[in-house]
């Protein structure tokens, strides 16, 4: 299963700028590879095809299971749990909004957006998915990077080989080679949001990928933030997002530093009015 699930990798690599109307897309392997695939679809009672589809895949990489809660979807590099907090139902809801409340360890102030959104009930028909620390090694040790040094919004699908070692948007040495990549990627993988929102710091905007365009001139004005289109990172979720599944309402919220009460409560608002209407 290590040699397939390398392929696997390879393939997500490989397929990053190409739209894709399914989670799982068929893949196609080498001779080696291909018999390996064979024999595990064997064993496992679906088509020997040497292919990997979607129900070979769901065997290979099961979704994570999200029932309402807090669930621990994997660790960090220094074993810190990755948690996060399923608010609605999942199963039935329209509308599936994962939020990411600090992707960098000293850009955290999109946490208390995400606790004050925790506090209510969702809309009808929404489920939200709060990340709130999805580097929590950086959030500890107050940098930006995890405990590698990795800027792991620089080490997603699309990574793309830059910078050196203690720089600071060095992309680690290949894409997905962090814990924290790999989680956020199966829970996107997992949830499979109809809307993904991630704060950051310090630029003061409103940045979109997929569709997000109507939906971050909606929340720039709700927080009088003005909306910027901002570079596609290579290896940045929102670039992978935007690529591969631009269906997705993208939104990247760069607060300014400090954050004063009044702005902080306009971007719950702005958060809520998204999750309820996208």
């Known amino acids: 299963m290590a040699s397939i699930d390398t392929a696997l990798r390879a ?16 893949v196609y392997f080498g001779p080696e590879t291909t018999a390996r695939v064979k024999s595990f679809q064997k064993r496992n009672k679906v088509p020997v095809t040497g292919v990997v589809d979607e129900a070979t895949e769901r065997l290979l990489r099961p979704r994570l299971r999200l ?13 810190r749990p990755l948690t996060v907090q399923v608010i609605g139902d999942l199963a039935t809801a329209r509308r599936r909004v994962v939020v990411l409340g600090c992707v960098h360890g000293n850009e955290c102030e999109g946490v208390p957006i995400v606790d004050a959104v925790a506090k209510s009930a969702p809309p009808a028909g929404v489920a ?5 620390h999805p580097n929590p090694d950086g959030a500890a040790a107050d940098t ?4 590698r040094g990795v800027d792991l919004n620089r080490n997603s699908i699309g990574w ?3 910078h ?7 992309p680690g040495p290949g894409a997905l080679s962090e814990p924290e990549s790999v989680a956020l990627r199966d829970l996107v993988r997992s949830v499979r949001p109809t809307a993904f929102v991630t704060y950051h710091q310090a630029i003061n905007c409103v940045d979109y990928a997929g569709r997000g365009g109507p939906w971050a001139t909606q ?4 927080t009088g933030m003005p909306v910027k289109v901002l570079p596609a990172y290579p290896g940045s979720t929102a670039t992978w997002l935007g690529t591969r599944y631009p269906d997705i309402v993208s939104l990247t919220v760069e607060l300014p530093r400090p954050v004063s009460a009044s702005l902080m409560k306009a971007n719950v608002v702005a958060l809520k009015r998204v999750a309820a209407r996208h």
């Open 164 to 170: 050196k070692r203690g720089d600071v948007y060095y």
């Open 160 to 162: 793309k080989r830059a």
């Open 144 to 147: 930006r990077h995890n405990a």
């Open 128 to 132: 939200y998915v709060l990340y709130r």
């Open 219 to 222: 929340y720039a004005r709700i």
């Open 11 to 26: 393939s997500e690599v490989r397929n990053h700028g190409k739209a894709a109307r399914s989670g799982a897309p068929a």
């Open 67 to 79: 029932g309402t809660g807090r669930t621990t979807i994997g660790r960090s590099v220094q074993g």
